[in-house]
């Protein structure tokens, strides 16, 4: 059996206009279901309690985190095949099991609440939190320059659609990064960052669920400076050891020196 859909459009009208002078809503909302997904996974949709929906109008929304921005993925009306908007064509799949979606590639962009709802006798909803997790970072050592006193690394911080670049000075005490530390918010509404740490340079991506990052410490691209630490706790260790040894000289005279003057006193008392 087929519905006209302007019949059916009013009939969804009807109800919402005597549920607004009723003072009550039609919404019935369940739990937010929370599922979190690595970029370029798929994630299923399942509608709870899919039964008996054949006379029903079905609808996935999709509410974006970052632009608060709502629009409708795939709708079921009653007696149709499902129809997928634009932006989803080619991104969605149909189980077997009817009205349940399968979203693929997921990216940052596609955080956000997922939505089914239900126009019926009664209205239903079954809602889940998206969040799909950064994906991971690599930290590139671009080009290494060195001379007698210092050592220059240039390197590239990078995700799957971000970059920063960074140059990082070390002389024969300390290391210091160009400019401080380096950061930019992606397309995806993450957070990219490059900077230094005890000797180590770090590269950073996170959101508000997950993180990632790529540690490359600069003692294997400066072994000039690494070699200049060494040797530099290698002269203090014989300083000390010196140090240690003449104050144990010193300390065998003074007491021979005691012990002598003890015993030549001794003797003149004898004679």
Not at 46 to 61: G, K, R
Not at 141 to 155: P, R
């Amino acid at each position: 059996m087929k519905y006209d859909k302007h019949l059916f459009f009013f009939y969804i009208w009807s109800k919402f206009k005597l549920a607004l002078n009723q003072e009550c809503t039609i919404w019935i909302l369940g739990a937010v279901t929370p599922v979190f997904v690595q970029k370029g996974d798929d994630v299923m949709l399942n509608l709870t309690e899919a039964d008996d929906l054949e006379y029903s109008a079905v609808f996935w929304n999709f509410n974006n985190k970052s632009s608060n921005k709502e629009s409708v993925l795939v709708r079921w009306l009653p007696g149709t095949e499902p129809q997928v908007s634009p932006g989803y064509r080619g991104r969605i799949e149909f189980t077997v099991k009817k009205y349940c979606v399968k979203l693929k590639t997921l990216q940052e962009t596609d955080s956000g609440v997922y939505t089914a709802q239900v126009f019926g006798d009664d209205k239903q909803t079954t809602q889940y939190n998206v969040t799909v997790q950064v994906s991971p970072v690599k930290l590139t050592v671009d080009s290494v320059s060195s001379s007698s006193d210092s050592c220059n690394l240039t390197v590239t911080c990078s995700t799957q659609d971000s970059h920063i670049n960074s140059t990082f000075t070390c002389d024969n005490k300390t290391c210091s990064q160009e400019g401080g530390e380096r950061s930019e918010v992606t397309t995806s509404a993450a957070s990219l960052r490059v900077y230094l740490v005890n000797d180590s340079i770090t590269c950073n991506h996170s959101n508000q669920v997950s993180w990632t990052k790529d540690v490359t410490k600069i003692q294997g691209f400066c072994p000039r400076r690494h070699g200049k630490i060494e040797k530099q706790n290698n002269q203090r260790i014989i300083k000390h050891s010196l140090e240690s040894i003449l104050f144990s000289i010193g300390l065998i005279i003074m007491v021979s020196a005691v012990i002598s003057i003890h015993v030549m006193v001794k003797l003149k008392k004898q004679k």
